[in-house]
């Protein structure tokens, strides 16, 4: 049982306020990845759950454990680093058996656990290599057979793809979620790329400028945005937004045509997702600026009201630069904020 | 194309001219001396050399005296550098600080220890200043070959600590923090951390700085000269007796290629044991 708990964690450099006020509680076994754009206080967090950033205040529990006074080593903790930080004066085999050294566990433990979580990270004929003579998608291999070795409670993962190329990274991507979910550890993973956390991801906690603006699974949080920002930062292309004016009780005009909306005093923002789009009568006017047929879908992306609005439709379309559509939204997709504090109406 | 190839030779022929003709050449001529007496090939003056009977202890002096400086430098450099690594305000202001026995020359060193050390200097004025005793003591006097070899290990960390702390600063900014973290969070206690992590990855800023240093031991000379005068014999400073009082230059020559063959050595011996294999290189 691994129960991470975060209680009013805040971070401050100086003057910069890194991380506002964070109240996450990650469930045993649960994968959660943190997603944000550079510099949006993820890494930190999860430093920080670590151990090896100590909060400003706030307090962080493990396995129903205080640990925010506590060292790394005494957290029951593993971590995967953004560049491995494989050690490059031990081979392969040293490197997984690193920590379980540490430990000072038998020799016959340890040399199980390293040749069995080396065959689980399909390594186990480079134990006797150093890290120079390794490529950077083995060495990615070597540092979550090491991380996997140590059996921890909770494994941290910083941006652990982001320096391998494309296609390894789709490769290592399915491989990690069916060795975390085999080795039933609580996993805490940061990453800015939307698809990875997507797809990995039991809970995404989407991080803008030091808060955690959404935390939900993936689906709901690229369905349901509880703010603009994760409407607009999750989903690529991302959410169209249009301002709505208030006409009467429940009624707005959208781009010159009234729209159902929800009870609200003022204007408020519309939101819709390019896919959830299609051409038909008494839509939203869209002038066509660049079509780009992508092979299953073609996108669209067009000017209605001097705002860039974005559609992606069936490939068969046929549209050219300059034509007006109409755009008709999925009554069921459409999604409202509030223009002043930019969340969610129901 | 073939000019710019051919343009780093180019600048650098000067150089490398100047010192075969200001380096290989006398070097070949004091080898000569070594080997050579009245113009035939001898072993003469090697044979001179060592059955002096001040050889022994001019030996065991200059090793003794290697053996135990080195080892405290070390250390000590270890320690300054891994505290100076973790400062992160005035860090430079401390590095100056160190550095400044590095500016003077090792007479100047030798002479401001003896200035502590000698019967009319601060360490006897203050003594008896502070009434603890009666009158001067000649601390560096022939009976007292310990507290000679004491003061010159002193003044011999004093001046030559920094060099390897700055070697070893420079070498500890090369590792990349996450390494660190990286053993910190699989379990390794802050020594452990030094021992398995910061020291193999140093080892070879340990290598250029063990090998400067030692090197250096050996040809220790005006520090003793200025504190210990004749009480203290070394290598380096038989080979100017030889040269300059005895008038030898055979003598001498041979000396001075005993230290060059220690030197060598050692040198070889600190390559082999600090030895990083390639493919386990930073």
């Known amino acids: 049982m691994a129960e991470i708990q975060i209680k009013g964690v805040a971070k401050r450099f100086g003057a910069f306020t890194a991380l506002h006020q964070i109240d996450l509680t990650i469930a045993d076994q649960e994968f959660m990845v943190l997603l ?6 993820k890494t930190t967090l999860l430093r920080i759950v670590a151990g090896l950033e100590t909060p400003s205040q706030g307090e962080v529990w493990i396995g129903g454990r205080r640990v925010d006074h506590l060292p790394p080593r005494k957290r029951g903790i593993a971590m995967v680093f953004q560049n491995y930080a494989v050690f490059p004066h031990l081979t392969v085999y040293e490197n997984i058996a690193f920590g379980l050294r540490m430990q000072k566990q038998p020799q016959s433990e340890i040399d199980q656990r390293v040749r069995r979580t080396a065959e689980m990270m399909h390594i186990e004929q480079l134990l006797e290599r150093y890290s120079g003579q390794l490529s950077g998608g083995q060495r990615q291999r070597v540092a979550v057979a090491r991380a996997l070795a140590m059996e921890p409670d909770v494994i941290l993962m910083d941006e652990p793809l982001s320096n391998l190329d494309a296609l390894l990274r789709l490769e290592m991507r399915a491989e990690l979620k069916g060795v975390l979910a085999d080795s039933k550890t609580t996993a805490i993973y940061v990453t800015h790329d939307q698809v990875e956390a997507m797809s990995l991801a039991d809970r995404i906690a989407v991080m803008h400028q030091g808060r955690i603006v959404q ?9 349901n945005p509880a703010a603009r920002f994760v409407g607009s930062f999750i989903g690529n292309p991302p959410m169209n937004f249009l301002p709505a004016k208030k006409l009467g009780a429940d009624q707005f005009i959208v781009a010159g045509s009234a729209i159902k909306g929800p009870n609200a005093s003022g204007d408020i923002e519309f939101a819709i997702r390019p896919e959830d789009m299609a051409i038909g009568p008494g839509g939203i006017p ?11 879908h073609t996108l669209v992306t067009t000017d209605v009201d001097g705002k860039i609005f974005r559609a992606v439709l069936d490939s068969n379309i046929e549209a050219s630069c300059g034509d007006i559509l109409s755009l008709v939204p999925r009554a069921d997709r459409i999604r409202w904020f509030d223009p002043q504090s930019t969340s969610a109406i129901q | 194309m073939r000019s710019t190839k051919a343009l780093p030779y180019f600048l650098l022929a000067p150089a490398t001219v100047f010192l075969c003709v200001f380096f290989l050449y006398p070097f070949v001529l004091v080898a000569i001396d070594a080997f050579t007496k009245g113009g035939a090939v001898t072993l003469d003056n090697f044979r001179t050399m060592t059955s002096n009977w001040k050889f022994p202890e001019t030996l065991r002096n200059t090793m003794l005296l290697a053996a135990i400086v080195v080892p405290i430098q070390l250390v000590m450099a ?26 003077l020359s090792d007479l100047a060193a030798g002479l401001i220890w003896l200035t502590i050390f000698e019967q009319s200097g601060f360490l006897n004025s203050w003594l008896v200043s502070l009434g603890l005793i009666d009158k001067p003591i000649m601390f560096l006097g022939y009976q007292n070959k310990l507290v000679i070899f004491i003061a010159v290990v002193l003044a011999e960390v004093w001046r030559a600590t920094a060099i390897m702390m700055v070697i070893l600063v420079a070498g500890m900014g090369l590792i990349p923090k996450e390494y660190h973290e990286a053993a910190e969070v699989f379990g390794a206690s802050p020594w452990k951390r030094f021992i398995k992590v910061t020291l193999p990855l140093l080892k070879p800023s340990l290598q250029t700085a063990l090998i400067l240093r030692v090197i250096l031991a050996f040809e220790v000379f005006a520090v003793v000269a200025a504190l210990a005068g004749t009480q203290f014999p070394v290598l380096m400073g038989e080979t100017y007796h ?15 290629m005993l230290i060059l063959v220690i030197s060598i050595a050692f040198t070889l011996l600190l390559l082999y044991l600090l030895r990083v294999p390639k493919e386990a290189r930073l």
């Not at chain 1, 944000?36 to 206080?41: E, K, L, M, N, V």
């Not at chain 1, 935390?215 to 369905?223: D, F, G, L, S």
């Not at chain 2, 005895?246 to 000396?255: E, I, N, P």
């Open chain 1, 36 to 41: 944000g754009a550079s510099g949006c206080g």
């Open chain 1, 215 to 223: 935390a939900a699974p993936p689906v709901e949080v690229y369905r």
């Open chain 1, 286 to 296: 869209a002038t066509v600026r660049v079509v780009e047929p992508l092979g299953a």
């Open chain 2, 78 to 103: 270890l320690s300054m550098a891994t505290i100076v690594s973790k400062l992160s305000a005035g860090r430079s202001a401390i590095l100056y600080i160190f550095a400044i026995p590095l500016g």
């Open chain 2, 242 to 256: 030889w040269q300059f009082t005895l008038q030898d230059r055979g003598v001498a020559a041979a000396f001075a």
